[in-house]
């Protein structure tokens, strides 16, 4: 096939193999660091180059940001500017969010229907629970979020219930009948109130799509699907790229089978296992070339991943061919081990690598504690990957579910939130509001006429007046409308919270994010889609001396890269976890989970972990450990071990035979 522009002189000769790929089904195998955001950009580029029309791509990827700068890449690449927004580039929930709203009315779906997150999902639930008196029974009944958590892995997985029961919620096997009701009711209401939970974006697709003249309706509508991260889609995601192919065959899907991390959220690695038979004449492109790490680290992550026992063959190599060798280092404790990471951390910023180019990665939150003490009384600045979202605090719930009850009148718990805001409104007289407004036919306005009782009146008079003012101003921009109801809702911020101050602040950002978007259904949309982590998120960029050690979850690291990485808690029971060993499949995960980690390091790679640590699983007491099993003689081979003296001997100090002093019989002798 002929060039198609001078930008492919960037890339490799395996990645112009897979970016020149004709019409058909593609794989492409891209080990860690391998260039797989160029490839993948770049093929977008070719397409458009060769003559397809950008707005028939759809580019499918895991985050928002991941799309943008994928078709930001592709607009460079070919200078056409109008391509990050032309090109369908977004996450498989965007697009069946957009798709629903286009095609959603054979499935009896309005356009305007809303959708709820994790937590208003998880209340949903919890109503329909206690309507079904299943929070009375004699037996303790799974809570609502485990609950959610039954339902989204019988949706994602597309096993049946009670196969879900059996594998992963044993516990709950007894209660399989009341399950299956509450979730039908859950359904039903879901139904009847117009919204859908994050889930239903995809099950709703993949049923429209068992429709032949929706599927072909669908699939005529990109002459190309790519795919990026597909290691990590689930059963339901794989059918549905199946059903948007009914039409033709051009599909490329991106991944590497060694990062498939992510089966807590029904993910399986199967999908890209079985890809090339799932479509016949497949191409399959590996690219091996490493442009992250230094040669010694790959010798150990080779080395490492090879133990897995079905996996796509390859074997990563640099032009870095220098560095120093992975450590493993055995530490006495926890303290210790803290200090061994301080100890090089500290070396490294004054050998001229930033604190924030140094990441500490562990598997599971709670193997920092130790740590974070230490940093803390060191005076080391560090932040944390992980805790609670912007959209999950408590009063940018209040806000946003004004906005829903605009939106989506039917939107019952958004009612329930906004009307127990108010002075002298509890639970029962939210469902008496919210009764009468189904007798009103959900009209937000009919809320001015419900016979509120004394208590309550002056604030339903205020959210009444605050709906009227809004519904004459339906199709203004959201950042108005928010700036309104933050008018309403300030009063009640400083009623209901015990620190407004910051949550102010919190408001004030909301509006900032709001203003980027030209209606109030797209802002809802994209704040449940993609929802900011926290205010940094609408941030400039930092001054020149903030600086910040990384510490974080080897989930929350895929995907990133630091010169300097330290694994910690490298000890069996921790990686691999003792909660993630039931079976192969379990400590296969953890090990492609190890291998994760170890392939973020770019310079630096240290394995640390320590022979006795503290616990609280069972109770307080502290346990000897061992070291990962994953790591065998001949990962060790590849890798400088180092102990200290008092690690080598277990960390007891060596104590001669000595002398009886008669302590006992002094202690024995203070009472005579």
């Known amino acids: 096939m002929a060039i198609s522009g001078h930008w492919l002189d960037d890339l490799n000769p395996s990645q112009v193999e897979a970016v020149t790929h004709g019409d058909g089904p593609l794989l492409i195998v891209a080990g860690a660091g391998t260039g797989k955001t160029r490839t993948l950009a770049y093929r977008v580029a070719h397409l458009i180059s060769q ?44 697009a069946a969010n957009r798709l629903l709203r286009m095609y959603g009315k054979p499935a009896r779906l309005p356009a305007d229907f809303t959708i709820m997150d994790r937590a208003d999902s998880e209340d949903f639930l919890n109503v ?76 709703y697709w993949h049923h429209m799509l068992q429709e032949n003249s929706l599927a072909a309706l669908m699939s005529e509508r990109f002459d190309h699907i790519l795919v990026d991260e597909y290691q990590d889609t689930n059963r339901i995601q794989a059918r549905i790229l199946e059903g948007m192919r009914c039409g033709n065959k051009n599909l490329t899907v991106v991944g590497d089978d060694a990062q498939s991390i992510y089966s807590f959220r029904s993910a399986t690695v199967k999908n890209m296992m079985d890809f090339p038979s799932q479509f016949p004449g497949t191409k399959i492109v590996t690219l091996e070339h490493n442009y992250r790490s230094v040669q010694p680290v790959l010798e150990t992550t080779n080395r490492i991943i090879s133990q897995a026992r ?31 990471v301080i100890r090089r951390v500290l070396e490294h910023y004054e050998q001229g690598i930033q604190l924030k180019k140094q990441a500490v990665l562990f598997r599971a939150s709670s193997n920092s504690a130790s ?64 009764r009468h407004l189904q007798d009103n036919d959900f009209d937000p306005r009919s809320i001015a006429s419900f016979p509120a009782p004394s208590s309550a009146r002056v604030g339903l008079a205020g959210l009444a007046e605050l709906i009227r003012d809004l519904s004459t101003a339906e199709n203004s921009p959201p950042a108005a409308q928010l700036d309104r109801i933050s008018k309403f809702y300030l009063p009640l911020l400083e009623k209901n919270y015990d620190d407004p101050h910051p949550r102010k602040n919190d408001i004030e950002h909301l509006g900032e994010l709001a203003a980027r978007y030209p209606s109030r259904r797209q802002f809802l949309a994209e704040l449940v889609l993609e929802p900011p982590v926290s205010t940094g998120d609408f941030a400039g960029p930092p ?82 450990a061992q070291l990962c099993r994953f790591f065998t003689p001949e990962v060790l081979a590849t890798m400088d071990r180092i102990a200290h003296d008092e690690a080598e001997r277990g960390g007891d100090q060596f104590i001669p035979d000595m002398a009886d002093h008669g302590i006992m019989d002094k202690i024995r002798d203070m009472w005579d």
């Open 128 to 203: 329909v629970r206690n309507d079904l008196g299943l929070a009375r029974t004699d037996k303790r009944f799974p809570r609502k979020s485990t609950c959610l958590d039954i339902y989204s892995r019988r949706v994602n997985s597309d096993d049946e219930l009670d196969a879900v029961l059996k594998r992963y919620f044993p516990w709950c096997e007894i209660w399989l009948d009341e399950l299956k009701t509450l979730f039908r009711q859950y359904v039903e209401r879901k139904q009847q109130r117009y919204v859908l939970d994050y889930d239903d974006l995809l099950l």
């Open 310 to 340: 079905e996996r796509y063959s390859k074997k990563l190599w640099s032009d870095r061919k220098e560095g120093q060798r992975p450590q493993v280092i055995t530490c006495v404790d926890e303290s210790h081990q803290d200090e061994e």
């Open 543 to 624: 001054v020149l001396d903030e600086d910040w050690l990384v510490l974080s979850t080897i989930h929350s690291a895929k995907g990133l890269e630091w010169h300097a990485v330290y694994l910690i808690h490298a000890a069996d029971g921790c990686l691999p976890s003792d909660l993630a060993t039931a079976d192969d499949d379990e400590i296969e995960e953890e090990l492609r989970l190890t291998y994760v980690a170890m392939t973020r390091a770019r310079d630096f790679l240290y394995v640390l972990w320590p022979l006795r640590f503290y616990t609280r699983s069972l109770a307080d007491t502290h346990v000897y």
């Open 371 to 434: 740590l974070e003490l230490a940093l803390i009384r060191r005076n080391i600045p560090f932040r944390k990957y992980g805790g609670l979202r912007f959209l999950e605090t408590a009063h940018i719930k209040d806000l946003v579910s004004i906005l829903r009850i605009l939106e989506n009148p039917r939107d019952e718990m958004a009612w329930f939130r906004v009307l127990q805001l108010l002075s002298g409104v509890g639970p029962a007289i939210a469902a008496s509001a919210f």
């Open 51 to 94: 003559g397809i029309a950008p707005d028939r791509i759809l580019l499918l990827t895991f985050t928002r940001r991941a799309a943008e700068e994928m078709l930001r890449r592709a607009a460079m690449a070919i200078s056409q500017e109008t391509v990050s927004t032309r090109v369908w580039g977004g996450t498989f929930h965007a």
